[in-house]
């Protein structure tokens, strides 16, 4: 069995503490938390916060958003069919326009939970290989390994 795996990253417009992104934090426990409820939704990285955005390891304005999703069913329905997507239709007041890949997928066996490394490295496969079984995103899926 495999659930699926996903990482996006944010370049931010400015700092956290910032009155620009101050509507972006006060809603980042509420996303949070539906996340958690929402059916298929298995695991997210997070810190001792409740959030992970002290871990940068893309660079200093870069946030990060790794989780594990039962499917990607579950997974599109949290990002398009929640009120997630009023907080996504927002991203470019917060966020930069990333050049390149800023999202991917993965298939993981059932409960691996990835850390950031492993995260890095697919995002990488995607933004050099383009979709892959390896590292995909949701215009260009792939089925989870027989």
């Given amino acids: 069995m495999y659930e699926l795996a996903q990482l996006n990253i944010a370049s931010m417009k400015a700092p956290l503490e910032s009155p620009l992104l ?3 934090v006060a809603n980042l426990d509420r996303i949070n938390q539906l996340a958690e409820r929402s059916p298929g939704y298995v695991w997210r990285l997070q810190t ?10 893309f ?3 870069v946030l990060v958003n790794l989780s594990v999703w039962r499917d990607l069913e579950a997974l599109k ?4 069919d929640s009120d997630h997507v009023a907080i ?4 470019r007041e917060w966020f930069d326009r990333m050049p390149q890949a800023f999202l ?3 298939w993981v066996p059932q409960g691996h ?3 950031v490394a492993e995260a890095q490295a697919r995002l990488l496969h995607l933004q050099q290989h383009g979709a892959t079984p ?3 995103t949701f215009r260009d899926p792939f089925l989870p390994p027989a």
């Fill in 113 to 115: 939970r990835p850390d």
């Fill in 48 to 57: 001792d916060d409740g959030d992970a955005t002290a871990l940068r390891p």
């Fill in 104 to 106: 991917v997928l993965w």
């Fill in 22 to 24: 101050a509507d972006f």
């Fill in 134 to 136: 390896a590292a995909f």
């Fill in 77 to 80: 329905a949290f990002v398009y």
């Fill in 59 to 61: 660079g200093d304005s």
């Fill in 88 to 91: 996504m239709r927002r991203r």
